[in-house]
């Protein structure tokens, strides 16, 4: 029975973070008492094993779990067979539990070795080190981070521009320590005592608050020179019409229609989703010089879909397009040190790379283009793919290329030079990476143009989650974003990460919207995550002195 009230308790914790989390609950303030239950779980299994070893990081997996299920649900809403479903479902939350674990386990070790105060301490430092990791490596997988749960309240977070994501992370941490203590605390001292102790978390939580709201009123709105961007959301269906079932140069024409019916002499750039541009590449293998047919980057400017934009910008000469795109790469004949992703073309001795990427074509200038760098794990990367390389034929296809994708390493920015547009490109899930889009703006980006298909998943949480992350990368860096989605939702983020002009979900829509061109760089810009880094030092220095600790105690 004991053991099921610690179980209940555990997951209590994963319930209290899906009600908090954007696009489920949305009560974010419940982020700052989440991990109680947990802590109080452990603590009915110290005391019911008092003497004995067992481990509680079992009991701590179901608590992660249910946050991670009830969260992440969604994954199954993917329109594939149902082998396919409960692997694309199963497989993330299985993993990410047991990673998130990981800092559970370690504040046990700390605990064993030295004493609780010092394990919860080190609790802070090893999940924000685990963060600092689900961020940089192949399973990278940052959704979940802790700062993440207040991204539909950018009035709270305005002090992002200086500490990133990170810091709400630590904010979350904090409180819900100070808040554990003086529960556990509480029956044991006097009222006047108990009530003294409500002062710091208090203090705590409406500090950073009320500094927010003074920062977002006084914000100087929107810096910079102004543009005007055309976006458009072509609502075509990812499933029975993008790949295959609609001609990809028809849907080509629909949305340069939609954006036809908006565009202005004024306009300056159109924003098209991911994967807007795809079609059937074929090389000829008879001629000298293989003659390529598609979106090959040995030549995109032949492509048709490049011409068929080139002739829309004869009729909008200022205007500059910017598209997302399933690309491939052609190698030389015999090419040596082909990169893993490299694939073979049947019965030759001639390889490609695919990618998801962006084209960006400006008027009278040589087209240029990006790779997608943040690559979805299992679905556009076999993760540890010089291991692994042979499995990559299993991922799931969603985006209309399967196996490992390439990736770019330059976080390149795109010129448009008469409009001063500096355009950084974030593809998908390449959003919700803070460190990754500030590196682009420190290249000189000044506009954040975010192209994504979030049609996967039908009408969940999934989109809407995905939607709200935009607002901290428009803090963070103080920059204003673009966003075309395929089926929504399409929308401008301002610096001060209020959404505007927001799209109806699964409804093909156009419209015209003024961005500004903000050349300042935030503290977090500059600098990067600190406070990943700085976690990430901090935890194994304690971890050296709880085992040093240990090892005293033995002698």
Excluded at 85 to 112: D, F, I, Q
Excluded at 268 to 289: F, K, M, S, Y
Excluded at 456 to 461: E, V
Aim: glycine share 8%; hydrophobic share 50%.
């Amino acid at each position: 029975m004991e053991r099921l009230r610690i179980a209940a308790w555990s997951a209590l914790s994963g319930l209290l973070w899906a009600l908090a989390w954007p696009g489920i609950g949305g009560m974010a303030w419940l982020a700052f008492v989440a991990w109680l239950p947990l802590f109080h779980a452990e603590r009915l299994h110290d005391q019911r094993t008092a003497g004995r070893k067992r481990a509680f990081v079992p009991y701590a997996l179901i608590g992660l779990f249910f946050w991670n299920a009830l969260t992440s649900w969604w994954f199954f809403m993917v329109s594939e067979p149902l082998s396919t479903r409960l692997v694309s479902g199963l497989a993330p939350m299985v993993v990410n539990t047991l990673l998130m674990a990981l800092p559970w386990w370690l504040r046990r070790v700390v605990h064993k070795w030295s004493d609780v105060h010092l394990a919860g301490w080190a609790f802070v430092a090893f999940w924000m080190s685990f963060e600092r990791l689900h961020h940089a490596w192949d399973l990278q997988w940052p959704w979940f981070s802790l700062g993440n749960v207040f991204a539909g309240h950018p009035v709270w977070i305005q002090w992002y521009e200086w500490t990133g994501m990170m810091g709400g992370t630590l904010w979350v941490l904090l409180l819900n320590l100070h808040f554990d203590r003086m529960v556990k605390g509480w029956r044991s001292r006097a009222l006047v005592h108990n009530v003294i102790r409500i002062v710091p978390p208090f203090v705590l939580v409406m500090l950073p608050i009320v500094l927010s709201m003074w920062r977002f009123n006084h914000y100087r709105f929107e810096r910079g020179v102004p543009v005007e961007v055309v976006v458009v959301q072509p609502n075509v269906d990812p499933y029975s019409e993008k790949f295959g079932g609609v001609d990809p140069l028809d849907q080509l024409d629909r949305m340069l229609q939609q954006a036809e019916n908006v565009v202005t002499d004024s306009t300056v750039l159109l924003v098209l989703p991911e994967t807007a541009l795809q079609e059937n590449a074929t090389v000829d293998l008879h001629g000298i010089r293989p003659v390529l047919n598609g979106l090959w980057e040995n030549d995109l400017e032949r492509s048709r879909s490049a011409q068929r934009i080139r002739a829309f910008q004869q009729e909008h000469p200022r205007v500059s397009v910017l598209s997302g795109m399933s690309s491939a790469y052609l190698f030389p004949t015999n090419a040596s040190d082909l990169p893993v992703t490299a694939r073979p073309i049947g019965g030759t001795d001639l390889y490609y790379e695919a990618y998801n990427a962006a084209i960006y074509l400006v008027p009278d200038t040589a087209v240029q283009h990006y790779h997608k760098s943040k690559l979805v794990a299992g679905v556009e990367l076999m993760p540890f793919e010089s291991v692994l390389g042979p499995l990559s034929a299993l991922s799931v296809d969603l985006g209309g290329t399967t196996g490992s994708l390439g990736q770019q390493k330059e976080r390149a920015v795109l010129h448009y030079g008469d409009a001063g547009l500096r355009i950084v490109p974030a593809i998908c899930y390449e959003s919700v990476f803070g460190e990754h889009v500030a590196a682009h703006v420190r290249n000189g980006g000044n506009l954040i143009a975010i192209m994504t298909n979030d049609g996967w998943w039908a009408d969940s949480p999934g989109y809407r989650q995905h939607l709200t992350f935009a607002t901290i990368r428009a803090i963070e860096t103080r920059r204003s974003i673009v966003r075309s989605a395929n089926t929504g939702i399409s929308c401008m983020v301002d610096q001060r990460g209020v959404i505007h002009q927001r799209t109806e979900w699964w409804r093909p829509d156009a419209f015209r919207t003024t961005v500004y061109l903000n050349e300042d760089l935030t503290f977090f810009v500059r600098y990067g995550d600190l406070l990943g880094h700085a976690a990430a030092m901090v935890a194994l220095i304690l971890l050296v002195f709880a085992a040093v600790q240990r090892r005293r105690a033995l002698a």
